[in-house]
């Protein structure tokens, strides 16, 4: 998992980067304050390498659904981390849609019936939802920084931090000798991943991030298991339960009612 969680970031970062240089963008480094740049590269600490660290210790204790499960209450720890911190609205009505949406998302989860495979403890659970909490961290302290700065720039050097600290760990842990022995259609596959779920979403997030609220937009979190639902019908030819559906407009329910607060 590390040396998965440390191509993806690396390959993330080369893309971002590749980018900015592109596109012109990077003089903008240097009109950058020091302490925002410390800060961009602190939300990789958070974001990418503490949130790296608890998602594989998690999975490593408990079932990858029940992680699913936890890591969704990330939503509910930036909405009132948000109103705490960046002032937002937080209402007994805000929460009772985020509840709708998660209720949602555990129905979408367990598409085929409501059950774990192997054993839940608590230390693994606890793993899980730090791990939502660091995502939360992660938002909104870039929140305040991409206010000020341009967000591509931001996620650049967190990706850069969180690169490094990943792959020191893995230097000193797993070590790098399974790139060795990976085919061509494995590298391939671990690009796109990189490229997409790192090198694309995360500078997407910030992009979407610094237009709107903080607590709005992480409600869309919920589409994740939607969309990857979608996409295993197509790719993987998986079928799915009225538990699926009835997920989906939950979820859908919820992020509209929640958008239509303010």
Known sequence: ??????????????????????????????AMSKKDVLLSLLLGVFGFFFYNICTFSALARIPASMNAVLVT???????????????EKLTGLKLFYILVAAAGAVFVIFNHGFSFQGEIDFIGSLFSILGALTFSVYTILGKKVIARNDPLLVTSLSLLSGAVLISALTAFTTGFGTFLTLSF???????????????IAYPIW????????????????????VFAGILSYFILHETFSWRSYAGTALILLGIILFGRMD
């Open 185 to 199: 259609s494995d590298w391939l596959l671990i690009f796109l991943l990189g490229l997409g779920m790192i090198g």
């Open 73 to 87: 209450t990330n939503v509910l720890f930036i909405t009132i981390i948000a109103a705490f911190f960046l002032k």
């Open 206 to 225: 910030f992009f979407c991030l610094k237009r709107v609220k903080a607590s709005h937009i992480s409600i869309f979190i919920y589409m994740v298991p």
């Open 1 to 30: 998992p590390f040396q998965l969680g440390t191509s993806n970031l690396c390959i993330g970062f080369t893309g971002v980067f590749v980018f900015i240089l592109i596109s012109g963008r990077r003089k903008a480094y240097a």
